[in-house]
């Protein structure tokens, strides 16, 4: 018998009193949309007229004086919450959301950052770390020793036109939270040339020596992020096996793969309810009957056992695993594919 070729996902680690859907791939931090700056600010547009016309049977070409215009620089920018939201538990220290903040002018600009996390219609306002402010310098999309912290007036990023800067949000938690508060947190960008209503010109200030002319987002900008109190950390780790038609491992029309994902409460507290859900891979085919729970089978059919295949929409394979504590130990699941 073959050995089978075994690829293995990282460790997932979700929060406590919800177990969240299982995907079939790696989470990626969203791509950046290209947010078409326009021209240049400090652009020459130049244009000129033409006639022609016949006199006694000769063709002549007369020009218009050629009249010149200069672009102005329009500021804008956006900020973006890159983060979903962060759990967290009492007393923790140094929790970080990531943010994007956007160029969306046509020229160079800088940006002053600033944090709020006093925000009204949360449940606790999160403790900002002193600094509170960095820049994700290693680009792992959370707070870690290696980032520059963000120093006002110092280093405030300066974007040339469609730019963008990755930013952390760092924050300590209360002690006096329970399960399910939610407390946030807000990145504000502003620009340093300056900030208003649109279509307020700043003479002289842009690229250049051009006009500065505010455009609709006023020069500023907010995104706000979320943390959320979960005592109960579940540890997720999934793995995947081929099996090809001819007995090898390769992964071609025809294989069958089979996903193996253990869950396990890694702290005290219980995670109520949880179930696992995991959706069909595109581009593969359920096999029937292939759903097990800790080495037992499931049925695919909505009945008394924990599992089932959800076909109400995209197909989903789901097991309920009840009430989990750490001295539940490891609960695995395993289904199988094939690919189309």
Do not use: H
């Given at each position: ?6 690829r293995?996902f990282a ?12 995907l079939?791939?790696?989470?990626l931090l969203?791509?950046l949309?290209?947010?078409?700056a326009?021209t ?6 130049d244009?000129t007229a033409q006639?022609d ?6 063709s002549?070409?007369?020009n ?7 672009v102005?620089?329009?500021i804008?920018?956006v ?7 962060v759990?967290?538990?009492a007393?923790?220290?140094?929790r970080s959301?990531?943010f994007?903040?956007?160029?969306t ?16 219609g949360?449940?606790?306002?999160p403790a ?6 960095y820049?994700?310098?290693?680009s ?5 020793l290696g980032?520059?912290?963000y ?11 469609d730019e ?6 760092v924050n300590?938690?209360?002690a ?14 502003t620009?340093?040339?300056g900030?208003g209503?649109?279509?307020d010109?700043?003479a002289n200030?842009?690229?250049?020596g051009?006009?500065?002319?505010i455009?609709?987002t ?6 706000t ?6 005592d ?12 090809d038609p001819?007995g ?9 793969l089979?996903y ?12 109520v309810?949880s179930?696992?859900?995991?959706p ?8 029937t ?5 800790n080495?037992?089978?499931?049925t695919?059919?909505?009945?008394a056992?924990a599992?089932?295949?959800d076909v109400s929409?995209v197909p989903m394979?789901?097991?309920?695993l009840?009430d989990l504590?750490q ?8 289904f199988?594919v094939?690919?189309?």
């Open positions: 018998m073959s050995e089978l070729f075994e293995r460790v997932t680690r979700v929060p406590a009193w919800m177990l969240a859907s299982l079939c791939g790696a989470a969203p791509g949309p290209a947010w078409a326009g240049a600010a400090g652009t020459i547009i244009n006639v016309f016949d006199i006694g049977g000769a002549l070409t007369r218009s004086n050629t009249v010149s215009i200069t102005d620089e329009r804008d920018v900020v973006t919450l890159q983060s979903p939201q759990f967290v538990n007393g923790e220290v140094d959301l990531l994007t903040v956007s160029n002018g046509n020229g160079d600009e800088v940006f002053r950052l600033a944090i709020d996390s006093n925000l009204g949360d449940d606790f306002d900002p770390s002193v600094p509170a402010i820049f994700d310098t290693d792992s999309g959370d707070f870690s980032d520059v912290a120093v006002p007036g110092t280093n405030d990023p300066q974007l040339a036109a963008s800067v990755n930013i952390l949000l300590g938690i209360p006096a939270v329970v399960n399910g508060d939610v407390g946030r947190s807000e990145l504000a960008a620009s340093v040339t900030s209503a649109p279509g010109v700043f200030q842009g690229d250049g051009v006009d500065a002319v455009g609709t006023g020069g500023i900008a907010t995104d992020g979320e943390y959320v109190v979960g109960v950390v579940i540890s997720i780790i999934k793995t995947v096996v081929v099996a001819f090898g491992t390769e992964a071609v029309p025809g294989a069958t089979t193996t994902v253990t869950v396990e409460v890694t702290n005290s507290g219980t995670a309810n179930v696992f859900t995991d069909v891979p595109t581009n593969t085919s359920y096999v009957t292939s759903i097990s729970l080495g037992g089978g499931l695919d059919a909505t009945d056992d599992g089932e295949l929409g394979v789901v097991v309920r009840g504590t001295a539940d130990g490891v609960q695995t699941v395993s199988q094939t690919i189309d």
